[in-house]
């Protein structure tokens, strides 16, 4: 088990971002701030309960462009000496298996959600919403639930740098990813905690002031309006900024828990 350091993963993230946030800039702009832009003018988040099925794949399709730049992202800050083309096209390779890795997380949790429904039907909860909100066993159990949700998340959080570095299936991402977790679940649950605080509070207020200032100047935010088109361009460019953030983080967590910290990290080229 080796040990973590959350606030030396945090001074070599500055000290990372410092030497090569613009071209991790670059990438996120292109693959997550652009595609995250489109998606807000045309589907904007306020009017996503009457979204369409094209709706609904524009935004698959984002994410999943999403997770490309994630992966080029963190392969750039591994300090791993490729262009920032040869990241993306990297990332590009390791998405569906990334992608896999995830849907097998998700089904298991959905799978859980058997023995609990079978719990709720033996002691007769009713299943409508609100009498099953207001019953103490449901209650219980979705407490559990949500317990098994967060464990599990917080164990598989090394999956994307694995991904992202290693040579391995989705099956393999995940057991890779619990093993380098091993001992290190309430350091990381810390800084899971520390980060979504920060960054949450951060992109709530600035897309509030974003959606307010466009309401004042063109309008209810509506798909394909002006408003909808500054809303997005805010909200996209905070998310990327995020996103380099936690993707930097998150590699050089990985390089404590690989136990490669101490490996030499050159510097990514601009060039493809």
């Given at each position: 088990m080796?040990?973590?350091s959350?606030s030396?993963?945090?001074?070599?993230?500055?000290?990372r971002?410092?030497?090569d946030?613009?071209?991790?800039?670059?990438?996120?702009?292109?693959?997550?701030?652009?595609?995250?832009i489109?998606?807000?003018?045309?589907?904007?988040a306020?009017?996503?309960s009457?979204?369409?099925?094209?709706?609904?794949?524009?935004l698959?399709?984002?994410?999943?462009?999403?997770?490309?730049?994630?992966?080029?992202?963190?392969?750039?800050?591994?300090?791993?000496?490729?262009?920032?083309g040869?990241?993306?096209?990297?990332?590009?390779?390791?998405m569906?298996?990334?992608?896999?890795?995830?849907?097998?997380?998700?089904?298991?949790?959905?799978?859980a959600?058997?023995?609990?429904?079978?719990?709720?039907m033996a002691?007769?909860?009713?299943?409508d919403?609100?009498?099953m909100?207001?019953?103490?066993?449901?209650?219980?159990?979705?407490?559990?639930y949500?317990?098994?949700?967060?464990?599990?998340g917080?164990?598989m959080?090394?999956?994307?740098?694995?991904?992202s570095?290693?040579?391995a299936g989705?099956?393999?991402?995940?057991?890779?990813?619990?093993?380098l977790?091993?001992?290190n679940?309430?350091?990381l649950?810390?800084?899971i905690?520390?980060f979504?605080?920060?960054?949450g509070?951060?992109m709530?207020?600035?897309?509030?002031?974003?959606?307010?200032?466009?309401?004042?100047?063109?309008?209810p935010v509506?798909?394909?309006?002006a408003?909808?088109?500054?809303?997005?361009?805010?909200?996209?460019?905070?998310?990327?900024?995020?996103?380099?953030?936690?993707?930097?983080m998150?590699?050089?967590?990985?390089?404590?828990?690989?136990g490669?910290?101490?490996v030499?990290?050159s510097?990514?080229?601009?060039g493809?």
């Amino acid at each position: 088990m080796a040990s973590l350091s959350i606030s030396r993963a945090w001074d070599e993230s500055k000290a990372r971002i410092a030497a090569d946030g613009r071209l991790m800039l670059v990438v996120a702009a292109a693959l997550i701030a652009l595609p995250a832009i489109v998606a807000g003018v045309v589907t904007p988040a306020a009017a996503r309960s009457n979204a369409s099925l094209a709706d609904w794949l524009l935004l698959l399709a984002v994410s999943l462009i999403a997770i490309v730049g994630q992966l080029a992202l963190i392969r750039l800050a591994l300090g791993t000496s490729v262009s920032v083309g040869e990241a993306i096209g990297h990332g590009a390779r390791r998405m569906p298996i990334y992608f896999i890795a995830g849907i097998i997380i998700i089904g298991g949790l959905l799978l859980a959600l058997i023995p609990i429904a079978l719990v709720l039907m033996a002691s007769g909860v009713p299943t409508d919403g609100p009498s099953m909100a207001s019953s103490p066993v449901s209650m219980v159990l979705l407490l559990l639930y949500l317990a098994l949700v967060l464990f599990v998340g917080i164990r598989m959080l090394m999956s994307s740098p694995v991904a992202s570095e290693e040579a391995a299936g989705p099956i393999a991402i995940l057991q890779r990813s619990w093993e380098l977790t091993s001992g290190n679940w309430w350091r990381l649950l810390g800084f899971i905690i520390l980060f979504l605080i920060g960054m949450g509070i951060l992109m709530a207020a600035i897309g509030w002031a974003a959606a307010i200032a466009a309401e004042l100047l063109f309008g209810p935010v509506e798909p394909m309006s002006a408003s909808a088109l500054l809303v997005a361009v805010v909200e996209a460019t905070v998310q990327a900024a995020v996103s380099v953030v936690l993707a930097v983080m998150l590699a050089r967590i990985y390089l404590q828990l690989s136990g490669r910290d101490q490996v030499d990290v050159s510097v990514p080229k601009s060039g493809t």
